[in-house]
Structures are given as structure tokens and as C-alpha cells.
């Protein structure tokens, strides 16, 4: 018997039948396909998404600019010109203490919506600075004598 094994030989064959494919891996193709689909149109939504939402700070950044040359070429030389003749009437008795004070609130209320336009105008940029990844305004330059100075 010894002699008898050595000379034999083994062959094995296998192969696989797609019995199950119609209910399971056809199945498991249309949501491979569906999920690649829904991953495309969410890039498509995101995108667009946010090239509106740059579109909305554009134009909140142009508003605030303008608003902010508005105001400080025309509204407050004017309300400082109207505290100025209230203050001259005041002095020579021609209006009462009240008309001075609400031209000097008024000057003061422009001032603040200054302050919120520029406000505004910082937030706008930056987070267009963050959709755009891109910096807007060039940093300023570093004082003499910090660390980031290059004497």
C-alpha cells in the first residue's frame, strides 16, 4: 500500500452559480448605485448652497460699504453741522436745552449704526473669507519690533 499513494493525484473544481443574484446581489447593486446617486446630488446641493450663500454676503458686503461711504460723507457731517448750530442757538438762547440734546442723540445714533455697518461689514467678510477659503483682505503687517517682524 505504501507504494500505491504516491502516484496519486487530487483535482478540485469550483465555481459559483448565481442562484440568489435576482433578490440579493442585484439588490445590493441598485443601492450601491442609489447611495453614489444621493452622495452626487447632496455635492450638487451643497455646492449651489454655497455659491448662494456667496452671492447673499457679495451683496451684504457691497450694501455695507456703501451705507458706510453714505454715512460717513453725508450723514454725519450733517449731524455734526446740526449739533454745531443747535449748540450756537443754545448759547444766544434761540432753543432750549432738549434741542441740543436730541441733535447730540442723533449724532450718536448715526454714529452706532456706523459701528454696526462696519460690524456687519467684518462679519460679511469673514465668513466669505471661510466659504472662499481665500483671504480677502491682506493681513496687516506685523508692528516693529514682534515676532513676526523680519528686522
Known amino acids: ?8 493525484v487530487s483535482l478540485m473544481v469550483g465555481f459559483r ?5 435576482g433578490s440579493r446581489q442585484l439588490a445590493m447593486r441598485r443601492e450601491t448605485h442609489a447611495m ?9 446641493a451643497m455646492a449651489a448652497t454655497t455659491r448662494g450663500r456667496v452671492g447673499e454676503l457679495d451683496a451684504e458686503v457691497h450694501r455695507d460699504l456703501t ?18 448750530s443747535a449748540m450756537t442757538a443754545y448759547r444766544v438762547g434761540g432753543v ?37 477659503a481665500t483671504d480677502l483682505l491682506s493681513p496687516p ?8 517682524d523680519a528686522r
Open 96 to 132: 432750549d436745552f432738549m434741542t441740543l440734546l436730541d441733535a447730540r442723540m442723533g449724532e450718536n445714533r448715526y454714529r452706532q449704526e456706523v459701528a454696526r455697518f462696519e460690524g456687519e461689514l467684518g462679519r460679511a467678510i469673514a465668513e466669505l473669507e471661510m466659504l472662499v
Open 1 to 8: 500500500m505504501d507504494a500505491g499513494t504516491d502516484h496519486m
Open 36 to 44: 453614489r446617486d444621493m452622495a452626487s446630488a447632496d455635492l450638487a
Open 141 to 148: 503687517a506685523p508692528l516693529p519690533g514682534t515676532p513676526g
Open 17 to 21: 452559480l448565481p442562484i440568489w443574484a
Open 67 to 84: 451705507l458706510l461711504q453714505l454715512y460717513r460723507t453725508t450723514v454725519l457731517p450733517q449731524a455734526g453741522a446740526t449739533v454745531a
